[in-house]
């Protein structure tokens, strides 16, 4: 007999399709065989989970469930269990009458195969349903998330599926792939697979909306005299040219060079040698500053 699904997720049974959605999320991170390789135990509660998301997620199965119409496992139940066979006063003729208008056949086996009512047409007792969806988390770098690109996913079955990442794909948003879930019941379609892409985090490189920020180590001579550098966006190598005297913290635009259209803001930051040599210890001595920077600094 099929368990309760409202108990394999550990819903009331007036759960929300929200709070059952987010219990099954729960659940299948911890049992999803990915995370369990070889654990049978935990791949079976894997599939009873799945099936009670896709029964209590689906309105008119979850409908039925409730007013007894089909069990745990989607069979119609019996509309005559519990009545001890009592016929309520209809003759033979009636009962003929009724099963033949709702399963199309008479009473005694000529057309249900040895008596049994359900004989031929048993699969009526069993609606269409379809296939749980599956999760899968894949990371990706922050620049093939930029300029998009193609990825392979292991499946449950562990054959390997290419994926395309979209351009200007964010962190946490989801691609579906239709019909790559488990199978479907009774003829129903297959589950999804669903991937959440985790964008990892670059060690100079930051998203801010549709724009990207850059910050550029340059040299005190580059800073001092000026000059064209070279600056690695995810869309190639583009020049970039450094006024002379630039401040540490100065910010420049490339345009076009962010996501989907939008700029990259480049962020100059002066960096020292670790080791100063005595030509550049002089030349900072007998240096002359003018003025003083934290003049107009208070707190």
């Known amino acids: 007999m099929a368990k309760d699904p409202y108990k394999l997720l550990g819903v009331k049974k007036n759960a929300t399709e929200k709070e059952i959605k987010k219990a099954y999320r729960a659940l299948a991170k911890k049992l999803h065989p990915d995370v369990n390789p070889g654990d049978k ?5 894997f599939k009873e989970i799945s ?6 997620t689906d309105k008119k199965l979850r409908a039925q469930y409730d007013a007894g119409g089909i069990d745990a496992s989607g069979q119609q139940q019996n509309p005559f269990s519990g009545r001890g066979g009592q016929r309520g006063g209809m003759g033979g003729g009636d009962m003929n ?11 005694g086996g000529a057309r249900g195969g040895g008596g049994n009512p359900f004989g031929q047409n048993a699969h009526m007792r069993r609606p269409p349903q379809k296939g749980a969806d599956v999760l899968y988390n ?24 290419k994926l395309a990442i979209p351009e200007g794909t964010k962190d946490e948003a989801v691609l579906r792939l239709r019909g790559k879930g488990q ?11 669903k991937v959440t892409i985790k964008v990892k985090k670059h060690k100079y490189l930051t998203r801010d909306g549709n724009n990207l920020r850059l910050e550029l180590p340059i040299t005190l001579k ?11 966006t995810p869309h190639g190598s583009v020049s970039l040219n450094i006024k002379a ?8 635009r490339l345009k076009g060079k962010g996501v989907k259209g939008g700029d990259m803001l480049v962020k100059l930051m002066i960096q020292m040698p ?3 040599g005595e030509d550049l210890k002089k030349c900072m001595e007998k240096w002359d500053d003018e003025g003083d920077p934290r003049e107009n600094i208070n707190i």
């Open 274 to 276: 670790e080791k100063l």
């Open 51 to 56: 099936a009670a998301n896709t029964l209590l």
């Open 183 to 193: 199978p479907g019941a009774n003829g129903g379609p297959n589950g999804d697979a």
């Open 138 to 161: 894949l990371s990706i770098s922050l620049p093939d998330a930029v300029k998009g690109s193609s990825q392979q996913v292991r499946m449950a079955n562990g054959k390997s599926l």
């Open 222 to 232: 580059e800073a001092v005299l000026g000059g064209k550098v070279r600056v690695p």
């Open 41 to 45: 135990v935990a791949a079976e509660k």
């Open 245 to 252: 005297g630039s401040s540490s913290g100065k910010t420049l």
């Open 97 to 107: 009458d009724l099963f033949s208008s709702l399963f199309g056949m008479q009473m």
